[in-house]
């Protein structure tokens, strides 16, 4: 997988939709304008597994989900899919005996993984209220960072609004702040460093 970094970090909007008719392949993903699109046949993919197949295909190419838009699917299903998606969170309605409540849990994987686990049956607006506290329970280290980056936005005028999301994302893909940080510093310094370079006057010969 590609080294996620500020300066290779590319991120797209991934729409979904069903198929219209049977497909010869369970989902299709292409690019479609500045993101992608999949379309799914949901007789052979679950909604949450054809989100899952095109997040792994997309980050095997070095590119990230900034949000997942559902088309022509319910609103409450979709207000919750875009708003789990900004936290990279995949969504994951399940019928088992453990999940009694909606709850964020992260896999084994490193970095870890995170899902968002809603019993089905489940109000999904109410689903919708408890992701933020579910999410920091689970992350919280990554959610105050994420609320400092928020806080930050507002305290610049939005005038950095687009390096600041690039380094949540980062925080959310790693889960290492601290790291992210470092790495930052370490860019930043080096564009001086180069600027500096080039304005330096050429010695007489």
């Not at 792994?56 to 319910?74: C, D, N, P, Q, T």
């Not at 950095?160 to 510093?185: C, F, H, K, R």
């Not at 564009?191 to 330096?200: H, I, L, P, Q």
Request: no cysteine; net charge negative.
């Amino acid at each position: 997988m590609t080294t996620l970094s500020l300066q290779n970090l590319i991120t797209v909007p991934l729409h979904l939709r069903r198929a219209d008719t049977r497909q010869t392949t369970p989902l299709q993903l292409r690019r479609d304008g500045d993101g992608f699109t999949v379309v799914y046949d949901p007789d052979r993919s679950s909604l949450g597994t054809a989100v899952l197949l095109a997040r792994a295909l997309l980050s095997s190419e070095g590119i990230s989900v900034s949000e997942v838009i559902l088309e022509g699917h319910e609103p409450d299903l979709t207000a919750l899919y875009r708003a789990a998606s900004k936290l990279l969170l995949n969504v994951e309605i399940t019928s088992g005996p453990r999940i009694t409540e909606p709850v964020v849990k992260l896999d084994s994987d490193e970095p870890p993984r995170a899902t968002y686990f809603i019993p089905e049956g489940w109000d999904l607006p109410d689903a919708l209220d408890r992701l933020p506290a579910a999410f920091a329970t689970a992350r919280p280290e990554v959610a105050r960072n994420l609320q400092w980056i928020e806080e930050a936005k507002n305290d610049t005028g939005g005038k950095i609004n687009q390096a600041l999301d690039v380094v949540a994302v980062l925080i959310l893909e790693t889960g290492d702040p601290s790291g992210v940080y470092d790495q930052m510093l370490r860019l930043l310094a080096q564009v001086r460093a180069e600027r500096e370079t080039d304005t330096v006057p050429a010695k007489a010969a």
